[in-house]
């Protein structure tokens, strides 16, 4: 009997996983010099403290996050401390569970008939299995939460809950920026029924592109977002909107980077703290080929073909272009890959599959090499090594990069759920 004929075998699995994790964590922060939970998480808890002492969690130096991260885990600070301090990731564990189910539902949405419980059961284990994705959770990292909110945000749309849609779209851009770049494609995709779009550029059709389905989508989003906004700036301030967002357009951060960008960003940094006139950056243009990329030219080409292709393209992309890449901002397009990978080329030609699973790891691994002489050994290997790596492995995700948008350019795919009916007309 397959494992996958059973959802709870699956996800019994995926969680004893993470529950070994934790554990060895325990063990490993108690007996190494080398800590297992990440230093995001210890300011994710400090921030709580500050809240709990009902002071600004941006009175923790680096907290770039939202306030509503430190609410959630307020529980950390309960006593006894022992108990309690590992809360957060037992949250962000369960996030994985939780986003891995709606892939399963997803999956069936998008695949229909083609999808039946154990194949979307294979494709979900690709999160729900991954020991990169549980090993990233349970150290302490929240990526996995937005993986929940932009998978129940593309869940919703399918469904045609387009309120709900539009109330996680601006709840996950609050949370964190990076979901905005979906907009464009959920309002692409999403028609009523009554367009039958010869292009994106039909000039004689741009009426049909106000519509009660995009307006009530818009109208949810941004009262959602501009909310949270308002209420959180009444509460803090402006170190809110400095650390929360306007941080993310100035930081110059070097480390862990796998961008190209990473050695400009050092020197741009040494120079930060220098006594010199403040100059604007180069590295500022990487905004540029980002967002046309990820926020507008995707969206456009991809969306009507497939909601979830096109947001996987869009994440790659962001991801592969951002000044700052760390190995957490993997998980981001990771969540998105299982809906994908069902009518990719990687799957139909396993050959293909497997070369560019092997050029990412040894792209990766390269860096890391290089990173680790750097950042640990403090060896001087910027130019040309680090920077090299960086350039390989950016070479690599540009071409994943590339067989992913044309899978989905040729797909005829916009998901199993079919269009709102239109109004029946009474006598």
Known sequence: MSLFKSRSVIFTAAGLLRLVLLFYGLYQDNHSAVKYTDIDYMVFTDASRFVFQHESPYARDTYRYTPLLAWLLLPTTWQPAWLW???GKVLFAVADLVAGWLLVQVLQAEYGSEMPDERALRFASIWLLNPMVATISTRGSSEGLLGVIVIATMWALLKRRIGLAGFLLGFGVHFKIYPFIYAVSMAWWLDDGSTNYQG???????????TPARIKLAAWAL???IGLNLLMYVLYGPPFLQHTFLHHLTRIDHRHNFSPYNTLLYLSAAAADSSGPRQVRLESLAFVPQLFLAAVGIPLVLAKKSLPGAMLAQTFAFVTFNKVCTSQYFLWYLVLLPLYLPSSSFLKRPALGILALLLWVAAQAAWLQQGYQLEFLG?????PGLWLASLAFFTVNIWILGVIVSDVGISNRSGSIPPIPPAKKHA
């Not at 994106?200 to 106000?210: D, E, F, S, Y």
């Not at 060896?379 to 130019?383: A, D, G, P, W």
């Open 85 to 87: 301090f590992s809360f």
């Open 200 to 210: 994106p550029w039909a000039l004689a059709q741009m009426r049909n592109l106000i």
């Open 223 to 225: 009262t959602t977002f």
């Open 379 to 383: 060896h001087s290997t910027f130019v």
